[in-house]
């Protein structure tokens, strides 16, 4: 049974239909749609600026429900400070809010992301799941921060990871995520020690210092005996392992995956997905997973579906009976 659960914050929560409240389309609004403090110079807009969570904290007059992370109903205007349980507004670990992503293709406008409201709990694993070309990876990249938004906003851990310079996102984005790719992304010239320790190296780390965490890395995913392989010389199943090291090396608090058991058959999936669950459960990290597969899905607290660019549920999962 899956319980109906709507985002915090969302300005069109989705009914059961799947349909938004109102204004589906309503567009994204650019510089010239955007009054005083809304447009920066970069070009990027903070899109709804004057509907602030903080405003809907004070109760203001719009027909909103403010719906708390367990899932309760606060009717507006009801003062939902003295209401919502204490976990409640803790820091996100990952917020957006009215996230609009748009290409252009040619004659076409590509709307990838049409705005998304997320609100991820420190701690939580969520699934996304939704068919080819629904924007699911799309949305995890402006999530991390490799690509920038056409506008919204995105939080991490309580800190804006747009509007502010280059640099400072690039630190943000490497303290914070670790990344997992359907197709491993490890250079195949590097044995599994040194892609692991990589990312470190190019942090700055000391070699030693590096290599000594990158083995206690690939020791965390039982790989301690193939620091000195290549790519070339380890099983798929093996070969994301040591990009999970490679992600969980630096301790980021949240790890954003694409597809992470897409190239695995389905035991090595299952063996992989343990170990991100194992992850989650003894170090309270924060995963999103972008996943095809319902087997994955289920082992989530929480799967959201896109459609169309646009979140249509976003629903507790069940977790499966006990074996
Ligand atoms: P998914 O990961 O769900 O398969 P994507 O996020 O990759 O979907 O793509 C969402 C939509 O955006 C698709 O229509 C895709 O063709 C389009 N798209 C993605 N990246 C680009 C790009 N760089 N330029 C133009 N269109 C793009
Ligand atoms: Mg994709």
């Not at 252009?104 to 991820?120: H, P």
């Not at 939080?155 to 996102?169: F, M, Q, T």
């Not at 999970?244 to 980021?252: D, G, K, L, N």
Request: a negative charge; glycine letters at 10%.
């Amino acid at each position: 049974m899956r319980l109906d659960r709507r985002i915090d914050g969302a300005p069109l929560p989705v009914h059961s239909d799947g349909q938004t409240k109102s204004d589906p389309l309503g567009k994204p609004q650019f510089h010239d749609d955007v009054g005083d403090g809304g447009a920066r110079s970069d070009g990027f807009v903070m899109a709804s600026t004057s509907k602030s969570f903080g405003q809907r904290a004070e109760g203001n007059d719009d027909d909103f429900e403010f719906i708390g992370s367990f899932g309760h109903v606060v009717p507006s205007g009801q003062g939902f400070m003295n209401t919502i349980p204490f976990g409640s507004y803790m820091t996100p670990a990952l917020e957006a809010h009215s996230l609009w992503k748009l290409y252009e293709a040619g004659e076409s406008l590509v709307e990838a992301v049409r705005d998304v409201n997320i609100k991820i709990d420190s701690g939580e694993m969520v699934a996304v799941m939704g068919p080819s070309g629904c924007g699911k990876t799309t949305l995890l990249n402006i999530l991390s921060g490799i690509d920038e938004p056409s506008s919204g906003m995105v939080s991490v851990n309580g800190e804006k990871l747009y509007g502010i310079s280059d640099d400072a996102r690039t630190d943000l984005r490497g303290a914070s995520f670790g990344f997992i790719f359907q197709d491993f992304n490890l250079l195949p010239v590097l044995s599994a020690a040194e892609n692991v320790e990589l990312p470190l190296l190019l942090k700055g780390e000391a070699p030693h210092e590096a290599r000594k965490k990158a083995l206690e890395a690939l020791e965390m995913v039982g790989l301690e005996d193939r620091g000195e392989h290549r790519p070339a010389e380890l099983s798929g199943g093996q070969q994301q392992r040591v990009a999970v090291a490679r992600a969980i090396v630096h301790q980021p608090s949240i790890i954003l995956c694409d597809e992470p058991t897409g190239n695995l058959d389905n035991n090595t999936s299952k063996e992989v997905m343990s170990l991100l669950s194992e992850m989650n459960r003894n170090q309270r990290t924060t995963f999103l997973i972008v996943t095809h597969d319902a087997n994955i899905a289920a082992k989530c607290q929480r799967t959201i579906t896109m459609s169309d660019g646009m979140v249509l549920t976003d629903s507790i999962t069940t977790p499966p009976e006990e074996e």
